[in-house]
């Protein structure tokens, strides 16, 4: 009787432990800030793509090697694959696609949290956005409406021509807030326009409700071969070994940096990532001081004569000239 009542404390011990998230909030700013300005329909892609990585590393090759494809004609060249409708909007975006293929553990850790804490998800993405614009980074441009939805942030294209854009997340945020916790470091790319139809986003960000809402079918869809978007496949990401942390929704005013946990479990956060003091390198590199040359001696100089120097007076030298001041 005591063995059974023992297992049945373990069960529930464990069942409340997978109730709670898995990562905490300086883990989900670093694993949201290379994303969260894009427009927000590129956001909700983003997001409902991370929870099918195999899938995005299958995107990711074919836009490799097709590298004149994209927007449309790249949608229409997909349409057969059997892939997500999320993964196959990538394909729109090569460039946005293959660095997400690069960060593997990003990538994962990303559908990890966004299956597991999609309204922590959400709340990141409003806190980065609201960094971005009290920092002058986040404004309407000739591309992109930038405007307040009661206390959300939205971000939209103005036209039918969509310019995914590179950012850097330690410049556009400010003085990057977390020692611990870094975003991973993207190669830069240039942004080029693309083309997209009316009905492109079939998916769009519900800053109220705090979801994706996904107008052809529901986001979280099990279909052959996936299960939970993929994550609990064989060879999918799991976290047995992290600690579980009740999330708490903290004011951004509130926030303070982690400085005694390092993120162990969670290498792939770091991986490409530059030094601890990569962001001060990277707004203000160190200046190379010159040794001060010596002032040129003056040709044809004539000795003379040392004069008594004054009470109270002062010689300066300058460009090798010497003055007298009284």
Do not use: C
Not at 17 to 40: E, R
Not at 138 to 149: F, G, K, N, R, W
């Amino acid at each position: 009787m005591k063995i059974v009542i023992a297992l049945l404390a373990g069960l529930l011990l464990l069942g409340s432990a997978k109730a709670q998230p898995l990562y905490d909030q300086a883990q989900l700013d670093a694993m949201l800030a290379p994303i969260a300005l894009q427009p927000d329909g590129v956001v909700s892609q983003v997001l409902i793509a991370s929870t099918y990585p195999d899938e995005v590393a299958a995107a990711a090759s074919w836009a490799r090697a097709n590298p004149h494809m994209r927007g449309e004609d790249a949608l229409r060249a997909v349409q057969n694959e059997p892939w997500d409708p999320a993964v196959k909007s990538l394909v729109a975006f090569p460039e946005l696609l293959i660095r997400m293929d690069e960060s593997p553990q990003w990538l994962r850790d990303l559908g990890q949290a966004f299956t597991q804490q999609e309204a922590q998800v959400m709340d990141t993405v409003q806190g980065l956005r609201h960094r971005a614009q009290a920092a002058g980074n986040l404004a309407t441009t000739d591309q992109y409406s930038v405007y307040p939805e009661g206390e959300a942030i939205v971000v939209q294209p103005r036209t039918q021509i969509v310019y995914v854009r590179y950012y850097d997340p330690y410049v556009v945020y400010g003085p990057w807030w977390w020692p611990h916790y870094r975003p991973v470091f993207w190669r830069p790319w240039a942004p080029r326009p693309v083309f997209i139809a009316h009905g492109f986003w079939h998916s769009k960000p519900d800053w109220h409700r705090r979801h994706v809402h996904v107008v052809q079918r529901p986001v979280h869809v099990q279909r052959p071969g996936h299960v939970q978007h993929g994550l609990s496949k064989p060879n999918g990401f799991s976290k047995p070994h992290v600690v579980s942390k009740p999330y708490v929704r903290v004011p951004e005013s509130q926030r303070r940096p982690i400085v005694q946990s390092a993120p162990i479990a969670h290498d792939g956060l770091r991986k490409n990532m530059p030094a601890a003091n990569g962001f001060t390198q990277h707004q203000r590199p160190q200046q190379q001081f010159r040794p001060q040359t010596q002032a040129r001696p003056q040709p044809q100089a004539r000795p003379q004569p040392q004069a008594r120097p004054q009470p109270q007076q002062r010689q300066f030298e300058s460009s090798g000239l010497r003055k007298q001041r009284g």
